[in-house]
Structure formats: C-alpha cells, structure tokens
C-alpha cells in the first residue's frame, strides 16, 4: 500500500490566489511540474489544453497532469478553485487531461464538497492534516473517474495529434534556444503547415504559441525569484541579454527589471 503521509500534500486555493494576482500566469501558454484541477463554478472562458481551443462554463472540471502545456483566461466574473497536486498519480488520478462539463446537480454538488472540505482542512491547520488533504485528494480521483465511465469515443484529428507533439517540444525544449522552424523539422513538417494547424486548433500560429511560452518562463523567473536577468537571459536560450530585454519590452512594455520591481512593489504592500 502506497505511504501517502509520505507524500507532498495536496493545496487547495481560489484561481485567482492560484495566479498569485497575475493573469498572465495563467492566460499565457504554460505548464505545470505538478498535476492540477480547476473547478469552475461560475463564468465562462476559454482554455487552450495540448493545442486545442475549447469553451469553459460552469461546472466545468479540468484536469491537467504534469507537463501539460495550457492555458486558460476567464471572464471577470469567474470563480473557481485550483487543486494542486504535487503527486496525482499515487492519489489516483492519471496521466491524461480531461475536460469534464459537469450537468449532473448531485456529482456537481459532491465535488464541491469535497473541495470545500479540503479548504476547511487547509484553514485548521491540525494534527496530520497532510494525510487528511491526501485523503480527500483521492475522494476527488474516484469522483472523476466516476464522470468517465463510458465516455463518449472522440478520435483525434491529425491536426490535432500534431500540435499536441508540437506541445510537448515546446514545454521539453523551450530552454533550448530552439527556433519554430527547428522544431517544425523534428515533427517531420514544414514550418508552414505547422503554424497553420495550430492556427485551426487553437487560433494561434506555431510562432505565437512559442512566444508565450517563453514568455511565461521568462516572466517567472524575473518576477519570482532573485536570478541575474543575464543568467534568465542565458537560461532560456537567449543569444544575449540585449536580446532578452527587447523581447521583454516588446512583449509586456516594460523591461525585465521594470517588470521585477513591480513585483517587488506589490509583494511588499500590506494585503
């Protein structure tokens, strides 16, 4: 038997405490190193999940395991919550996204419990409260593979399975320094019929969508940490940091140490 106590316990925060108060962490184009669940209960948005564009409503469950490149931009009347867990496989969730429109008022209600549980857990701060959040982690497991059974059969397009390969280069070498046109040559296609299939899938072309994954890592490391804007700049395959400070200011109309006291700035004003 899996020794859950052993393992990273499971978080539970609104999506805006999720975001830390910056859309752009979750609008740009990203992944995780930990699977996540978002329950939405309330708006509308849109997410792009391994490429593809699709609609979020209400009660809409997303899952995304580790790796997972994404993004997701919700109306200014949204609320939902984000689940994070450091170890979703040994919970019991598996390795593949989904994305749950959830009709049924009672399975609606019983998630919603069981993250309202997790979050009055999360507030008590009491004794062995990592195996209870891992406990009520696996409760969500079971309740979302109990909306799969007998799930409607979807077969991939090929536009599809190929921007979902051109998703995973993107989250695996996007430190590499690798141009679209490089990639596009390690799928086996032409930059062209690349950047038109993301185009369908997602309304992006190749190019946009590696610009924002690069610009989600480069935001992060400039704006959560203390790193060398050189050392970011060199990190992320940058040929200079001159370079790297053009695409910053090109890209958020600011520069990299605009940008990182500004967070500074908000970090250190009182909640």
């Known amino acids: 038997m899996q020794d859950h106590s052993s393992l990273p316990a499971p978080a539970i925060q609104t999506i805006v405490q999720f975001a830390g108060g910056a859309p752009w962490r979750l609008e740009l184009l990203h992944a995780h190193d930990h699977d996540v669940l978002f329950w939405i209960t309330r708006g509308q948005g ?34 939902g919550l984000a689940l994070s867990l450091p170890d979703g496989p040994a919970h019991g969730f598996g390795r593949m996204a989904r994305h749950l429109r959830i009709r049924d008022q009672q399975a609606q209600a ?3 419990a069981i993250l309202d549980a997790m979050q009055r857990e999360n507030g008590r701060r009491a004794a062995l409260q990592d195996r ?3 406990a009520h982690a696996q409760l969500v497991a079971v309740w979302m593979h109990r909306q799969e059974i007998d799930p409607p059969t979807v077969r991939d397009t090929a536009a599809q399975r190929l921007v979902a390969a051109y998703c995973d280069l993107l989250v695996r070498r996007h430190r590499s320094g690798a141009s679209m046109a490089d990639l596009a040559e390690a799928l086996g296609v032409t930059p062209t019929h690349l950047s038109r299939s993301c185009k369908q899938m ?34 992320l395959g940058f040929g200079s940091a001159a370079y790297f400070s053009r695409f910053i200011t090109h890209h958020t109309g600011k520069t990299p140490s605009a940008l990182r006291q500004a967070r500074a700035a908000v970090s250190k004003s009182p909640a």
Do not use: W, Y
């Open 110 to 112: 019983d998630l919603t």
């Open 202 to 235: 997602c309304g992006l072309t190749a190019a946009e969508m590696q610009t924002q994954v690069t610009l989600h890592a480069a935001r992060d490391l400039i704006e959560s940490g203390k790193t060398p804007l050189s050392g970011i700049a060199n990190h």
């Open 46 to 79: 849109r997410a792009i999940v391994e490429g593809t564009r699709r609609g979020i409503g209400a009660h809409n469950a997303l899952f995304l395991p580790a790796g997972t490149l994404h993004s997701l931009e919700l109306g200014p009347q949204s609320f």
């Open 132 to 134: 209870a959040m891992a």
